[in-house]
C-alpha cells in the first residue's frame, strides 16, 4: 500500500501519515512555493549588507588586518560568524544555493507545462463571458463574418482556434518563454561563476621601468589561482616596460596635478617567440595576450640608490620603489640593507616629486611631476630581523628594536638628497648616492576562461526578463450567440488595452470588407 | 586624454542657471499645492478655477526643466565632457531627468497627482547637490576615461528616474489606502482625506507604479550588467563584491522580490508597494550613504 496513504491503520492513527517520502515531497512543495521564494530573495538582499558594512578579505584585505588590530576581541567574534567573508560563508551561500534550488524546482515543471501549452491550441471557450475584465456585448448582424474576424486575430498574431461555439485567440506565450529562459539563464550565470572562479587566476606585480615581467610563479609578487588552475597552466609570455609616461593637468587653474593619463609601453614576447611587439597599457584599456589580461592598476616613483660602506664595497644599488601617499605622489620607501659593513641597518625615505616646505616646517609635494625632486631618509640601525625565516613585508620597516640613529628624534638631521648627489651617512655607515630617477607600474595580471560564458548567459538572461516583462499575455473569446456576439479578454497582468483590443474587434467587424 | 581645457566661468553660469531652475521649481512647487486644494475644495467654483491653476503650475515647471536643463548642459560644457561623474553632477542630471519623464508622462492623466512630489523632490536633490555635494569642473580621472562612464552612468541615472516616479506614486497608493487617516478624526486629517479624494483610484495608482518599477528594473539590470563589463576592463574582475556592487545588488534584489511579490497570493498589493520603497530607500542609501561613508572603489563623489 502506498506510503502516503492516510487511510488509518487500526486505532493508533488519527492524523494523516505522511512517511518519509510524504514529509520529502511535503518539503520539496514549500521550498519551490512561490512565497519561499520570494523570503530567499528578500532574505539575500538582508544577508549581503554585512558585506558592505564590514571589510572583506576578498575586496580589501588591508581593512580586515587594520580591523583586528583595531578591535581584536570583537573581530576574532565576527570572523566566527564569517562576517569577513561573506559572499563565500556558510550562510550566504547556503541561501542561494536554496534560492536556486527553488527555482529549478518552481521552473522545470513550468517548462513542461508551457511546452505543452507551445504545442497545444488555445484553451477552450469558457461557459460564462461576462465575468471577464474586459467584456462587449453587440447585436449581431448578416455581414458579421466569424472567419474574417479569426482572419483578424491570426493576422495580429493570435493563435486561433475556431470551433462551432465561437473563437479561443491566444497571444503572448513569449511572456512564459522569455521568463523561463531568463531564469535558466540565471542558473547558467551561477555556474559559470563557479566554475570560473575555480579555473581562473589573479596575480599582481610591481615592474620598474627596464625591468621585465616573465609569465610564471616566480614572476608575481602574489599570485591567488582558483581551486583547479596549476600554475603549469600558465600560458608563456613576457613583458618589459620600456617607459610610463604620466601626463598632469598644468592648464587649467582649478585642476592642477590632476593625472589626465598613465600610459605602460610595453614590449611583449610570446611564447619563444625571437621578436618582441610594442604594446601600450592603460587604466580601462588593458593589454590582451593568450591566456591573460595585463591591468595598470597603480603607479608611482622609483628613485635609483647606491648605497656604499666606509670602504666603498656597494651594499645596495638599484632602484627602489616608492610607495605614493598623496595625490602629488609624495611617496615612502623602504630599504633594507642586511649585508651592510660594520652593522646592518634600515631605512625610511620620503620623496618629493616638486618639494616645497610647509608652515610647519615639514616638506611636502606640489605637484605629482618632477620637478623639483628632492629625498629625505631616517636611518635605523640594529636587527633587521630578515635572517628569522619569518617573511615580512618590503614595503614595511618594523623600526621595534632598532635604534635611530638620522632623522626623527635622534639629534641629528635626517639626510636630505638631490638628484645626482651623494651624502654621507652617520655612523660610519657609509655613503648613499641618488643616481637616477625610474617610475614602476603595478600591473593585475587575470585570466577567467569562463568569463565569456557568463557574459553570454547574462546577455540571455537579460534578454529574457525584457521580453517577459514586456510582452503581455492575452486571451481573446468571441462567441457568436443566437441574436448576439459576446467579445471578451484577459490578461496574466493588469492590462489596460484590454478594452481597446475588443473595440477594435467591434470595428473591424463592423466594416464592411 | 590629453590637454583638457576647462571653463570655470562658464560654470558659473551653469550654477546660476540651477539657482534659478530652483526658484522656478519652488514657485511650480507651490502652485501645484496650491491646485491641490483648489480641487478638493467644497466649492464648485473653486474646483472650476483649478485647471487654470495647473496649467500655469505646468508652464511653470517647462520654464525651470529649461533652465534646469540649461544649467546641466552648460556644466557639460565647462567640464568638456558628460555631466555625471561626480555627485554634484550626477544629482542635477538625475534630476532633470525625473522631472523631464515626468512632463514626457503628463499625458496619463493619473500621473499629474505626483507633480507637487516630483517639484518638491527635485528641490531637494537640487538643494543638497549645489549645497553639500558643489565640486568645481575637474577633469576625469583616468579610471573614469571610458566609454562606460557615458552608458553605465547614464543608465543608472534613467532607472533611478523611473523607480522615483514609481515611488512618488506608491507613496500616494499607501496615503490613498491609509487605513488610519480614514479614520482619524483629526482636522488636518479631514483635509487630507479631502486632497486624497480626488487622486486616482489606488487600483491605478498601482498599477501605474507597477509600470515605472518595472521599466526602472530593466534599466538597473543594464546597469549592473553594464558596470560589470566596465569593471572587468578597469578592475580585472566584473564582480568583485565592492561597497557599490553590494548595493547594486541589492537594490536589484528587493526589486526582484517586488516584482515577484505582486505576483505572489497574500503578497500583492500594499506589501508588495512597501518592498518597492523600501528598495527605493536602498536606491537613495546607495547614492547618499554608501557614496560618503562606505570604504569602496566608486569613490567618485569628489568630495574631501
Redesign the interface.
Known amino acids: 500500500m502506498s506510503l502516503l496513504s492516510n487511510v488509518p491503520q487500526g486505532d493508533e492513527i488519527l492524523s494523516p501519515k505522511l512517511g518519509w517520502r510524504g514529509w520529502l515531497r511535503w518539503t520539496w512543495a514549500q521550498i519551490t512555493s512561490?512565497?519561499t521564494?520570494?523570503m530567499l530573495?528578500?532574505l539575500?538582499?538582508v544577508a549581503?549588507?554585512p558585506?558592505?558594512?564590514f571589510?572583506?578579505r576578498?575586496?580589501?584585505p588591508n581593512?580586515v588586518t587594520a580591523y583586528f588590530k583595531n578591535n581584536p576581541e570583537l573581530a576574532k567574534t565576527l570572523d566566527a560568524f564569517q562576517i569577513f567573508d561573506?559572499?563565500t560563508s556558510v550562510w550566504f551561500s547556503s541561501i542561494y544555493v536554496l534560492l536556486f534550488l527553488s527555482l529549478v524546482g518552481c521552473v522545470i515543471p513550468r517548462i513542461v507545462h508551457h511546452w505543452g501549452e507551445l504545442k497545444s491550441e488555445p484553451i477552450a471557450m469558457p461557459r460564462s463571458l461576462s465575468r471577464f475584465p474586459a467584456y462587449l456585448k453587440l447585436p449581431a448582424k448578416a455581414s458579421y463574418s466569424m472567419p474574417r474576424l479569426a482572419a483578424e486575430l491570426q493576422r495580429k498574431r493570435y493563435r486561433v482556434k475556431v470551433t462551432p461555439a465561437g473563437i479561443s485567440a491566444e497571444k503572448g506565450y513569449l511572456r512564459e518563454t522569455g521568463n523561463l529562459v531568463f531564469h535558466m539563464s540565471l542558473l547558467g550565470v551561477l555556474v559559470a561563476?563557479g566554475v570560473g572562479g575555480a579555473t581562473s587566476f589573479?596575480g599582481q606585480r610591481v615592474i620598474v621601468e627596464g625591468e621585465s615581467f616573465v609569465n610564471n610563479l616566480a614572476g608575481y609578487d602574489s599570485f591567488s589561482p582558483g581551486a583547479w588552475f596549476d600554475a603549469n597552466q600558465l600560458v608563456p609570455f613576457s613583458v618589459k616596460l620600456d617607459n610610463f609616461r604620466t601626463?598632469f593637468?598644468l592648464?587649467?587653474?582649478?585642476?592642477i596635478g590632476?593625472?589626465?593619463?598613465?600610459e605602460a609601453f610595453v614590449s611583449v614576447r610570446e611564447g619563444s617567440q625571437a621578436i618582441s611587439e610594442r604594446g601600450l597599457i592603460?587604466?580601462?584599456?588593458?593589454l590582451e595576450v593568450p591566456g591573460a589580461?595585463i591591468?595598470l592598476?597603480g603607479n608611482g616613483y622609483a628613485p635609483v640608490l647606491t648605497f656604499k660602506d666606509a670602504d666603498g664595497n656597494i651594499s645596495f644599488s638599484g632602484p627602489v620603489i616608492y610607495m605614493p601617499q598623496d595625490s602629488n605622489y609624495t611617496s615612502l620607501g623602504v630599504i633594507k640593507l642586511p649585508d651592510a659593513n660594520p652593522k646592518q641597518f634600515g631605512v625610511i625615505s620620503f620623496f618629493y616629486p616638486t618639494v616645497a616646505t610647509l608652515k610647519t616646517g615639514a616638506l611636502t609635494s606640489r605637484y605629482p611631476a618632477p620637478v623639483d625632486p628632492f629625498l629625505t631618509m631616517n636611518i635605523y640601525v640594529g636587527d633587521l630581523g630578515l635572517d628569522s625565516g619569518i617573511p615580512s613585508n618590503v614595503f614595511e620597516l618594523s623600526v621595534h628594536g632598532l635604534e635611530q640613529v638620522a632623522g626623527g628624534k635622534s639629534g641629528v638631521k635626517p639626510i636630505k638628497l638631490e638628484l645626482g648627489a651623494t651624502q654621507t651617512l652617520p655612523g660610519g655607515l657609509g655613503t648613499v648616492t641618488w643616481d637616477g630617477l625610474k617610475r614602476f607600474a603595478s600591473l593585475?595580471i587575470?585570466y577567467?576562461p569562463m568569463?565569456i560564458w557568463?557574459?553570454l548567459f547574462?546577455?540571455l538572461a537579460?534578454l529574457g526578463?525584457?521580453t517577459s516583462?514586456?510582452t503581455p499575455r492575452r486571451r481573446v473569446f468571441v462567441r457568436r450567440g443566437k441574436d448576439d456576439f459576446e467579445f471578451a479578454a484577459m490578461a496574466k497582468n493588469?492590462d489596460?488595452k484590454l478594452e481597446g483590443i475588443l473595440e477594435d474587434l467591434v470595428k473591424f467587424l463592423k466594416r464592411r470588407k | 586624454?590629453?590637454?583638457?581645457?576647462?571653463n570655470?566661468a562658464l560654470d558659473r553660469f551653469a550654477v546660476y542657471a540651477i539657482f534659478a531652475s530652483m526658484a522656478l521649481y519652488t514657485v511650480a512647487f507651490l502652485t501645484f499645492v496650491w491646485h491641490l486644494s483648489r480641487l478638493s475644495s467644497t466649492k464648485v467654483k473653486l474646483r472650476k478655477s483649478a485647471v487654470s491653476l495647473e496649467r500655469s503650475a505646468l508652464a511653470i515647471t517647462i520654464l525651470a526643466f529649461l533652465f534646469h536643463a540649461a544649467g546641466v548642459v552648460m556644466r557639460g560644457i565647462a567640464a568638456a565632457r558628460v555631466p555625471w561623474a561626480n555627485m554634484y553632477e550626477f544629482s542635477i542630471s538625475g534630476a532633470l531627468v525625473i522631472v523631464g519623464i515626468f512632463l514626457a508622462a503628463w499625458f496619463i492623466r493619473e500621473i499629474r497627482v505626483i507633480a507637487v512630489f516630483v517639484t518638491g523632490f527635485t528641490l531637494l536633490v537640487l538643494g543638497s547637490a549645489t549645497t553639500l555635494f558643489y565640486v568645481?569642473?575637474?577633469?576625469l580621472?583616468?579610471?573614469l576615461?571610458?566609454v562606460?562612464l557615458v552608458i553605465h552612468v547614464a543608465v543608472a541615472v534613467l532607472a533611478t528616474a523611473f523607480f522615483n516616479i514609481a515611488a512618488a506614486l506608491s507613496i500616494a497608493y499607501l496615503l490613498r489606502n491609509s487605513v488610519r487617516l480614514n479614520n482619524s478624526k483629526l482636522l488636518i486629517a479631514k483635509v487630507a482625506k479631502r486632497i486624497l479624494s480626488v487622486f486616482p483610484d489606488s487600483?491605478t495608482l498601482e498599477?501605474i507604479a507597477?509600470r515605472f518599477n518595472?521599466i526602472g528594473?530593466?534599466l538597473w539590470?543594464?546597469t549592473l550588467?553594464a558596470g560589470?563589463?566596465?569593471a572587468?576592463?578597469?578592475?580585472?574582475?566584473?564582480?568583485?563584491?565592492?561597497?557599490k556592487e553590494?548595493?547594486t545588488?541589492?537594490i536589484w534584489?528587493?526589486y526582484?522580490?517586488y516584482?515577484?511579490?505582486t505576483?505572489?497570493r497574500?503578497?500583492s498589493g500594499a506589501r508588495a508597494v512597501w518592498?518597492s520603497l523600501v528598495g527605493f530607500a536602498a536606491v537613495i542609501f546607495n547614492f547618499t550613504i554608501?557614496n560618503l561613508f562606505?570604504?569602496?572603489l566608486h569613490v567618485y563623489s569628489g568630495l574631501k
Open positions: 512561490m512565497r521564494a520570494l530573495l528578500l539575500l538582499a549581503a549588507v558585506g558592505s558594512v571589510p572583506q576578498s575586496a580589501d581593512g561573506v559572499y561563476v589573479t601626463t593637468d592648464r587649467n587653474r582649478t585642476n590632476t593625472p589626465l593619463d598613465f592603460r587604466v580601462n584599456h588593458p589580461n591591468y592598476t593585475d587575470a577567467n568569463q557568463v557574459l547574462t546577455v537579460f526578463m525584457i516583462l514586456l493588469d489596460p | 586624454m590629453k590637454d583638457v581645457l576647462l570655470p568645481e569642473v575637474k577633469t580621472m583616468p579610471a576615461q571610458s562606460w487600483r498599477n507597477y518595472v528594473f530593466i539590470t543594464f550588467v560589470a563589463i566596465w572587468e576592463r578597469a578592475w580585472h574582475r566584473f564582480w568583485g563584491w565592492d561597497t553590494v548595493w545588488f541589492i534584489t528587493i526582484a522580490g516584482l515577484h511579490a505576483a505572489t497574500g503578497w518592498l554608501v562606505f570604504k569602496g
